[in-house]
């Protein structure tokens, strides 16, 4: 599904794997204008033994100049999933840039059914136009 060039990461948080895959996004991306869209799938597993839901995310999104910035707000993708042991729960959204490369790294604020909350890392991963992998 991913294009060989597609970026990878991989986390694991009391019980949370959360793995992250980037490609870029030619076909939405207008490098004349800077514009660089990129798409990425993510994968959250619950290998744990109780059940979990995500109540937020934070994102920070950073390029190759420095310039960052950050997404905040409630579930993912208009959604607040409760994941089962065993369980998992995916989805696609994407992120624009306005140069070649960049990165994002980031974390999800869980629940678990006793109302405790814990932050679910999500490891970095690179945002690259492909000949700019280098």
């Known amino acids: 599904m991913f294009q060989k060039d ?3 990461s991989s986390a694991l948080t009391r019980g949370i794997r ?3 895959r980037s490609r870029y996004a030619a076909e939405h991306s207008f490098p004349a204008a800077g514009r660089y869209a990129f798409t990425y799938e993510v994968r959250i597993r619950n290998e744990g033994q109780k059940p979990v839901q995500l109540r937020s995310r934070h994102w920070v999104i950073t390029d190759s100049t ?3 910035s ?3 707000g409630p579930g ?3 959604q ?3 994941i089962l042991p065993g369980g998992h729960f995916e989805y696609v959204s994407g992120a624009v840039l306005d140069t070649p ?3 994002m790294h980031g974390s999800y ?3 678990l059914q006793n109302g405790s909350e814990f932050e679910a890392i999500i490891a970095p991963f690179v945002l690259a136009q492909p000949h700019s992998l280098n």
Do not use: A
Request: avoid cysteine; hydrophobic fraction near 40%.
């Open 109 to 111: 604020q869980m629940q």
């Open 76 to 78: 993912v993708v208009g």
């Open 80 to 82: 607040q999933p409760l």
């Open 70 to 72: 950050e997404v905040r």
């Open 18 to 20: 959360i793995t992250v």
């Open 6 to 8: 597609s970026q990878i």
């Open 66 to 68: 420095g310039k960052v």
């Open 101 to 103: 490369r960049g990165g």
